[in-house]
């Protein structure tokens, strides 16, 4: 999942562009390309926030049982 997360963020990169590293936006010349970074972005970080939340739960049920000991 950090790896989709990732490749998303790169490709990110290439939908907005970098004005530091001299990188122009890719939308004007490839059409679909906005709308799979789009899809992509959503599809790589709604599961990496569910699974984030998955574990900060997981830490809290552990640490009551570990308070009631």
Same mark, same amino acid.
């Given at each position: 999942?950090a790896s989709a997360t990732g490749? +998303? ?16 936006k890719i939308c004007n010349v ?7 970074? +789009? ?10 926030? +569910? ?12 640490s009551k049982k570990i308070s009631?000991?």
């Amino acid at each position: 999942m950090a790896s989709a997360t990732g490749a +998303a963020g790169v490709g990110y990169i290439g939908f907005k562009g970098n004005n530091h590293a001299g990188w122009t936006k890719i939308c004007n010349v490839y059409g679909s390309f906005c709308r799979h970074i +789009a899809a992509s972005i959503a599809v790589s970080l709604l599961p990496s926030v +569910a699974l984030l939340l998955l574990v900060w739960f997981s830490v809290f049920v552990l640490s009551k049982k570990i308070s009631r000991s």
